[in-house]
């Protein structure tokens, strides 16, 4: 069984930050790749970043340049800070893991960005 808790969404300024972070609760965190998802209203839910067991990371187009997505394996923590927030970016964000073919989520966690 792994178990995925999401934190550190709110409400942020255009042009501000935040920093998600996503706590997994599995001993074997550091041999799982953890995707972060976000979906908006009335939109379909969308891979926003990856990062592997070895440290490779993957993004979306929209969000190269504005969002890194990092873990830290003693922690069993997936991080995705995310710079010059646009109102695009308001979405509930989920992260994301598969292990012997099934796949975990989290409850996620609510960005919006809005002045």
């Known amino acids: 069984q792994v178990q995925l808790v999401e934190s550190g969404g709110g409400l942020v300024q255009p042009g501000g930050s935040l920093r998600l972070s996503c706590a997994v609760s599995?001993?074997?965190?550091?041999?799982?790749?953890v995707g972060w998802y976000r979906q908006a209203p009335g939109k379909p839910r969308e891979l926003v970043a990856t990062?592997?067991?070895?440290?490779?990371?993957n993004y979306i187009t929209s969000v190269k340049g504005r969002f890194t997505i990092s873990r830290d394996n003693a922690k069993n923590a997936v991080y995705l800070q995310m710079n010059s927030l646009k109102p695009e970016d308001t979405a509930v964000y989920s992260c994301?893991?598969?292990?012997?073919?099934?796949?975990?989520w989290g409850q996620g966690t609510q960005v919006t960005v809005s002045s």
């Open positions: 994301n893991t598969r292990f012997q073919s099934v796949t975990y």
């Open positions: 990062i592997t067991t070895g440290g490779s990371t």
């Open positions: 599995t001993s074997i965190f550091s041999t799982l790749t």
